[in-house]
């Protein structure tokens, strides 16, 4: 059974600085990519990052670029989102998903497996 479970989301003021985590679970075989979405209240979902298995490197949305980083530990099956700087409008809930075929990696769309997300706020 495929599970992805996230952690790390609180409250910071702007400015401040937030580490998610990522820990996957269950696949019977690799995926394609991995990425975190966030989904902030009456907005759509939105790609944030994602990384592809067999390449270095992360993709990032324009709006995140610069100040977040994504990162992967792969003997502990974890993925991150490293958040600096953070804005208001990076309010949102978080969540991170994996494709098993090839896709655009930051198209909520087409990922095949999410977790439950977890919640970031920014506010002074």
């Known amino acids: 059974q495929v599970q992805l479970v996230e952690s790390g989301g609180g409250s910071v003021q702007p400015g401040g600085s937030l580490r998610l985590s990522c820990v996957t679970s269950?696949?019977?075989?690799?995926?394609?990519?991995i990425g975190w979405f966030r989904q902030a209240p009456g907005k759509r979902r939105q790609g944030v990052s994602c990384m592809i298995r067999n390449e270095n490197g992360a993709h990032y949305d324009d709006s995140v670029k610069g100040r977040f980083t994504m990162s992967r530990d792969n003997p502990k099956n974890t993925v991150y989102l490293q958040m600096n700087n953070l804005k208001p409008e990076d309010t949102a809930v978080y969540y991170c998903a994996t494709v098993q075929s090839k896709y655009p990696c930051l198209d909520s769309y087409g990922m095949d497996y999410w977790g439950n997300g977890t919640l970031v706020t920014v506010s002074s």
């Open positions: 269950g696949f019977s075989s690799a995926y394609y990519a």
